[in-house]
């Protein structure tokens, strides 16, 4: 069976070259820095394990790439605050859906159902100008990219694919320095009718060793609770792209 290519899912965030290339009018400096980020990324070994599994994943679950859609584009994170040493760099985010969530039923642990795969992983390089302490990223930039990320997990199980955050719980747990990758993990939790609850969280990025287990407790910086909800005004919900 053929190799599944991350860039044939039918995303909006999962584009490298849209959300980080030529959305400022196409500076040629910004292009030259986003791509040498793609290229430290890329050749990195945890980030080629991370591809490895997506990549083994989907073997077994291609035929669901399709269900995999966003409606909400960016315009924030991919936007006003992408720039060299803003949002330096932003990576595909990687889908890990099982089968089993694509009839968009209620999925409870507290009721004895199990959770399996449903989660989401991206890598992002931040910089400088997004620090509030002097070399530390702001909390409120963190709380704004586990928002975002938090809700584009829920969107994939509701049906209609969109929805809006109606909680956020945050615990910052140790600083996220400037100047450096992190992972992104959203986890589902539970959903229950039009409410889904998402667990974000924020890991610092080892640069070098494979081995160190990435999402770990010691290389946790924030994580948070968040509840999404689809509410009955769904349809009303537009926010395409406009840059």
């Known amino acids: 069976m053929a190799q599944i290519d991350i860039d044939d899912v039918p995303t909006l965030v999962n584009s490298t070259s849209e959300l980080t290339k030529g959305l400022d009018g196409g500076d040629d400096d910004d292009v030259v ?12 070994p945890t980030y080629q394990q991370y591809i490895h599994k997506y990549d083994q994943f989907n073997l077994k679950n291609h035929l ?3 269900l995999i859609k966003e409606n909400i584009w960016p ?3 991919g936007y006003t605050l992408k720039g060299q040493d803003k949002i330096n760099y932003r990576s595909d985010s990687l889908y890990f859906i099982d089968e089993k ?4 039923q209620d999925i409870n642990p507290d009721q004895g159902d199990s959770i399996t795969n449903n989660f989401s992983i991206t ?8 620090s509030g302490h002097e070399g530390i990223i702001h909390g409120g930039l963190l709380a704004t990219l586990l928002d975002e990320l938090t809700c584009r997990l829920a969107f994939q199980n509701f049906e209609s694919k969109k929805g809006v955050t109606a909680n ?14 992190v992972i ?6 539970k959903k229950i009718g039009r409410k889904c609850w998402i667990k974000g969280q924020v890991y610092k990025f080892p640069e070098h060793d494979s081995d160190v287990d990435n999402e ?7 994580e948070c609770e968040v509840l999404v909800i689809e509410p009955k005004w769904v349809h009303e919900l537009q926010n395409k792209q406009n840059h």
Do not use: M, R
């Open 168 to 181: 956020l719980n945050i615990n910052y747990k140790k600083p996220t320095y400037v100047d450096q990758f």
């Open 184 to 189: 992104i993990k959203c986890s589902l939790i």
């Open 64 to 66: 669901n790439l399709h």
């Open 101 to 104: 969530y694509w009839n968009y």
């Open 216 to 222: 770990s407790a010691d290389n946790l910086l924030t």
């Open 123 to 130: 890598f992002f390089h931040l910089g400088s100008k997004l």
């Open 33 to 44: 820095v986003v791509d040498e980020y793609d290229l430290t990324l890329k050749s990195n």
């Open 75 to 77: 315009n924030l994170t």
